[in-house]
């Protein structure tokens, strides 16, 4: 059994692979970044109950649960696992100032997106942060970060004293009658929005309007319906990336 392992700042993706060519189950649990590898062996050995656990990949953006989780699988399973890093094959070509900035989040998504979808591609991941990795023939030549679905409610909710905490989800109507569905309603459509313009001008720089774009992340079943940029949403993205990236760095066969 195949272990992929997202490690990200809200929640920790979990995919288990049979055959090591497709994924079987996804569990996601949330990021807790005090707690010990003990503490998460009572959450991922009822996951990993009788499974026989043979090798594990992981894509981690929180560097203080690395260590953390490389215990757990030493411990009870007797396995080191692999984190996305340099020393591993992924095909994609990094072209920024700095490839060590990069996530390896990002990677594994691009990883995927190349694989599945297009050579030159845009993806679109919301999570804690929304990014937007644009890819151009498997070089990887930058990022756009910005705030955040979560994080803008968070903000928004902790500066102003009078606005009620709200759920992230879609309001009956645009404009508002009450502050929560007003809240809703700036938070999702001004998100998705954002994201609109983002992409729309990303086109316009690279010279390609029709550049196909892959939705992922957290939020991406929420946000996507209220986009009107047309992209193909994939919320498995970064788990299949791992996969691939797992297949690449098997010793080949004599």
């Known amino acids: 059994m195949l272990v992929l392992i997202d490690i990200g700042n809200t929640t ?8 090591h060519l497709a994924i079987d189950k996804v569990f996601k649990i949330n990021t807790e970044k005090n707690k010990s590898s003990d503490d998460y062996a009572m959450t991922l050995n009822i996951l ?4 026989p656990v043979s090798h594990v990949i992981v894509s981690s953006v929180v560097p203080e649960l690395n260590d953390v989780f490389r215990e757990y699988f030493q411990n009870w ?5 692999m984190f996305l890093g340099q020393g591993l094959k992924t095909g994609i070509k990094i072209m920024s100032d ?5 996530g390896s989040d990002l990677i594994a998504n691009v990883v995927a997106a ?4 297009a050579k030159t591609v845009l ?4 999570g804690t942060a929304t990014t937007f990795t644009y890819v151009e023939n498997m070089a990887l030549k930058g990022v756009v970060i910005t705030t955040g679905l979560t994080t803008s409610r968070n903000a ?7 606005l009620p905490q709200v759920e992230l989800e879609l309001p009956n109507k645009l404009i508002g009658t009450t502050s929560a569905e007003s809240i809703k309603s700036g938070l999702v459509y001004g998100h998705a929005s954002t994201i609109d313009g983002i992409i729309s001008r990303i086109k316009r720089q690279v010279g390609n309007p029709q550049l196909p774009v892959v939705l992922t992340g957290g939020h991406a079943k929420l946000i ?6 047309q992209m193909i949403h994939d919320d498995r993205l970064i788990l299949t990336g791992l996969l691939l990236i797992f297949q690449k760095n098997q010793p080949k066969a004599n």
């Not at 190349?114 to 979808?117: H, I, N, S, V």
């Open 77 to 81: 399973f007797d396995i080191t696992p």
């Open 224 to 229: 996507h319906p209220l986009c009107e940029q």
């Open 48 to 51: 990993f109950k009788d499974l």
């Open 98 to 102: 700095n490839p060590k900035e990069v």
């Open 123 to 126: 993806v679109v991941d919301l």
């Open 156 to 162: 928004l909710i902790s500066k102003t004293s009078l």
């Open 12 to 19: 920790v993706n979990i995919g288990l692979s049979k055959t």
């Open 114 to 117: 190349t694989e599945l979808y």
